[in-house]
């Protein structure tokens, strides 16, 4: 008897992110017809990266589309740490401020450890802090890191079942791949965290129900490396001869994967929308203090 065949859903990760996006412009239009200031979040570069410098102007972008306001803090690749960390510092103090976003990477001779731990947990809404990592692997309240927090959301939204889940997540950074295994284990999955020393990648890939790739090494998960139904999430970009590619053979999951992620329009708009969405829960728990 043949199974009946599996049709493909490409998630539209703008059209969610644009949804959410709208409710949460709908909640800071609430506060400002109450009369609260706007949500605001700070934005620090350090050094002329022009990738860093397209990320910041486009979430600056995204805050002003949903009324959040934003200021920039540009300083040149000579800054020392210490300058920014004085700079972390009064932006924390500063009670105008609701969430402080560093662009990473930094330039060499500041350790983005220091600047990270040196944000207030609270104003941390890319989640990357040490104390909001340590509350996620303690089941605690925190912000959640944004891109995985928006994986999430796109698994919720598509209702992919998560409870007693194998999921599967390749890649280990603190950035996306240890969160988001978290986040699936703390949603009842069983987790296993590949990296570039697991053995029989493939073969551990093909028992998943749920596969995240958060690698930047280009297409490398295949066809043959999925399970019959599978949810498969492409958080990595990659440039190939000036195009931007995703971890995943996406075309090569037509007929397998229940649902894929495209390389565009897939997690890329919620991460951004995390973040708004993350600093306007600062600002709210910041209006309650
Ligand atoms: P990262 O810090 O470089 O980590 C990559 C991970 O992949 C590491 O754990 C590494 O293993 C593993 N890996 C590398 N080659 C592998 C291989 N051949 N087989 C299995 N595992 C392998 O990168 P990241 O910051 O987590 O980002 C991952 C990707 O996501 C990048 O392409 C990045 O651009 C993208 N990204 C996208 C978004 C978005 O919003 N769409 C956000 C963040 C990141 P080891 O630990 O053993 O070295």
């Given at each position: 008897?043949?199974?009946?065949?599996?049709?493909?859903?490409?998630?539209d990760?703008?059209?969610?992110?644009?949804?959410?996006?709208?409710?949460?412009?709908?909640?800071?239009?609430?506060?400002?017809?109450?009369?609260?200031?706007?949500?605001?979040?700070a934005?620090?570069?350090?050094?002329?990266?022009?990738?860093?410098?397209?990320?910041i102007?486009?979430k600056?972008?995204?805050?002003?589309?949903?009324?959040?306001d934003?200021?920039?803090?540009r300083?040149?690749?000579?800054?020392?740490?210490?300058?920014?960390?004085?700079?972390?510092?009064?932006r924390?103090?500063?009670?105008?401020?609701?969430?402080?976003?560093?662009?990473?990477?930094?330039?060499?001779?500041?350790?983005?450890?220091?600047v990270?731990?040196?944000?207030?947990?609270?104003?941390?809404?890319?989640?990357?802090?040490?104390?909001?990592?340590?509350?996620?692997?303690?089941g605690?309240?925190?912000h959640?890191?944004?891109?995985?927090?928006?994986?999430?959301?796109?698994?919720?939204?598509?209702a992919?079942?998560?409870?007693g889940?194998?999921?599967?997540?390749i890649?280990?950074?603190?950035?996306?791949?240890k969160?988001?295994?978290?986040?699936?284990?703390?949603?009842?999955?069983?987790?296993?965290m590949?990296h570039?020393?697991?053995?029989?990648?493939?073969?551990?890939?093909r028992?998943?129900?749920?596969?995240?790739?958060?690698?930047?090494?280009?297409?490398?998960v295949?066809?043959?490396?999925?399970?019959?139904?599978?949810?498969?999430?492409?958080v990595?970009?990659?440039?190939?001869?000036?195009?931007?590619?995703?971890?995943?053979?996406?075309?090569?999951?037509?007929?397998?994967?229940?649902?894929?992620?495209?390389?565009?329009?897939?997690?890329?708009?919620?991460?951004?929308?995390?973040?708004?969405?993350?600093?306007?829960?600062?600002?709210?728990?910041?209006?309650?203090e």
């Open positions: 008897m043949s199974s009946s065949p599996i049709e493909t859903v490409i998630v990760g703008l059209a969610l992110a644009n949804e959410i996006r709208d409710d949460l412009a709908q909640r800071i239009k609430a506060h400002r017809e109450a009369g609260r200031r706007a949500p605001c979040l934005v620090v570069l350090v050094g002329d990266d022009p990738a860093s410098a397209s990320y102007k486009g600056q972008r995204a805050c002003a589309r949903i009324g959040m934003s200021v920039e803090h300083h040149p690749a000579s800054t020392g740490e210490k300058e920014l960390l004085d700079l972390v510092d009064g924390n103090r500063d009670p105008g401020i609701d969430g402080i976003l560093v662009q990473l990477p930094l330039p060499e001779g500041v350790r983005a450890n220091a990270t731990e040196a944000l207030s947990p609270e104003k941390d809404v890319d989640g990357l802090s040490p104390v909001n990592q340590g509350r996620l692997l303690l605690e309240p925190s959640r890191a944004c891109t995985p927090l928006g994986v999430m959301k796109i698994l919720e939204r598509y992919i079942p998560l409870e889940a194998r999921a599967v997540v890649g280990r950074s603190a950035l996306v791949g969160p988001v295994s978290l986040l699936l284990q703390q949603a009842n999955a069983t987790v296993t590949c570039s020393r697991t053995a029989d990648l493939p073969g551990t890939c028992e998943a129900d749920v596969l995240v790739a958060a690698v930047g090494v280009p297409r490398l295949q066809r043959d490396w999925v399970k019959p139904g599978a949810a498969v999430i492409d990595g970009v990659s440039q190939v001869e000036g195009k931007l590619v995703g971890d995943v053979d996406t075309e090569g999951m037509q007929g397998v994967a229940r649902i894929v992620t495209p390389h565009r329009r897939g997690v890329g708009p919620m991460t951004v929308t995390m973040l708004l969405s993350n600093t306007l829960d600062a600002y709210e728990a910041h209006l309650g």
